[in-house]
């Protein structure tokens, strides 16, 4: 199982970004999708997370309200739409699949099996 993600880059404070990961070689299905982050000298930090339906999500507190993940279980993608992004949030994010979540996620994601490498989010003016 291999993760790519893609949609990072450079961008002032308030500015919006869509990060995305597709998912390739899964050949089991329910599983929780999610993303985490790691600051330069900080430990890696769970971001969001999305059940295998999608109807149950979860969220950092300081990313609340203005993050918003989804999937698409047809093209094996998650995305993360990040709005009104602060200097805070700079970080290489990494997308992260859970193949033994239950079917509702109520909190981060605990048994991460598979890792995409990161892609960079530089939050700057």
């Known amino acids: 199982v291999q993760l790519q993600a893609s949609g990072g880059g450079s961008v002032q404070p308030g500015d919006s970004l869509r990060l995305s990961c597709t998912v390739f070689?899964?050949?089991?299905?329910?599983?929780?999708l999610g993303w985490f982050r790691q600051a330069p000298g900080k430990e890696r930090e769970f971001v969001a997370a999305?059940?295998?339906?999608?109807?149950?999500?979860y969220y950092k507190n300081s990313v609340k309200g203005r993050f918003i993940i989804s999937r698409n279980n047809t093209g094996n993608t998650v995305s993360l739409q990040m709005n009104s992004l602060k200097p805070e949030d700079t970080a290489v994010y990494y997308c992260?699949?859970?193949?033994?979540?239950?079917?509702?996620?109520?909190?981060?994601?605990?048994?991460?099996?598979?890792w995409g490498k990161g892609t960079q989010v530089t939050v700057s003016s």
């Open positions: 999305i059940s295998w339906s999608g109807h149950s999500s």
């Open positions: 070689g899964a050949t089991f299905t329910n599983y929780a």
């Open positions: 992260a699949l859970d193949e033994n979540s239950p079917r509702v996620v109520v909190g981060p994601l605990l048994g991460v099996d598979y």
